[in-house]
């Protein structure tokens, strides 16, 4: 008995030293090839916040200033995080062509690309409100004004996908395609079920949604009145 008892021991050892070493490679995968840790999607409103004061849109580019000061504002993991947000605008923004830049307006840190019926306000003639999307280093705002803002509603509420409201809303904007597809997809998933939400919280003058991360990937964070 005790001689079975001593084999099941030994069979338990030789089985954990050949799996230990592949735990070893998953908790391994988890870093990059510099030893650090991936980077979350998700940015708070409250780092955002922190670091705004930092970081400036040179050449069309965003730039972080002062690092030695933001990282006495904020952790060591946000701060990867909000380095991480501007590596990721910024390659977004190599993409984008000269046509589509020429097309966008830069106020202050934000790059405004805004419907091309507006005029010179960024106020659409023919209905109340803004259409347009914001670039900003953190993500996106995408502006609908009233009219456009029943549109997207109606067809959310019929069961339109990502893809339809990107063509649905194609006409509307200058900015990229590929910014405008990532929010619809991103949208549709999140408010597809619940498009009185928009209803509800437009107040005559139409909605901004508020999307953090960029393209492909990007965060649906809240939908508020212009």
Same mark, same amino acid.
Not at 84 to 106: P, Q, R
């Given at each position: ?151 997207? &509603?109606?067809? /959310?509420?019929?069961?339109? =996908? %990502? @893809? !339809? ?8 904007? *200058? ?8 929010? &619809?997809?991103? /949208?549709?998933?999140?408010? =597809? %079920? @619940? !498009? ?8 005559? *003058? ?21």
């Amino acid at each position: 008995m005790k001689f079975k008892f001593t084999l099941i021991a030994l069979s338990f050892l030789m089985l954990f030293s050949l799996v230990a070493p592949n735990l070893n490679q998953v908790q391994a995968s988890s870093s990059d090839n510099n030893g650090n840790m991936n980077i979350a999607q998700e940015i708070s409103h409250e780092v955002i916040e922190k670091a705004d004061k930092y970081i400036s849109l040179e050449n069309e580019r965003y730039v972080i200033s002062n690092v030695s000061d933001l990282k006495k504002e904020v952790s060591n993991e946000e701060f990867q995080t909000i380095k991480h947000k501007v590596n990721e605008i910024n390659s977004t923004l190599k993409e984008v062509s000269n046509e589509e830049l020429s097309k966008a307006k830069i106020n202050g840190d934000v790059i405004s690309f805004s419907n091309e019926s507006e005029n010179d306000d960024g106020m659409n003639i023919m209905s109340a409100g803004r259409t347009g999307v914001d670039v900003l280093w953190w993500g996106y705002r995408i502006y609908l004004n009233d009219n456009h803002t029943r549109t997207t &509603a109606q067809a /959310l509420g019929t069961g339109a =996908g %990502g @893809a !339809a409201i990107a063509a649905l809303w194609a006409p509307w904007f *200058s900015a990229p395609t590929a910014i405008i597809k990532a929010v &619809a997809k991103t /949208l549709a998933i999140a408010l =597809g %079920g @619940a !498009a009185g939400v928009i209803t509800a919280t437009n107040q005559g *003058s139409g909605v901004y949604f508020r999307f953090t991360g960029v393209q492909p990937i990007v965060t649906y964070t809240g939908v508020h009145p212009q």
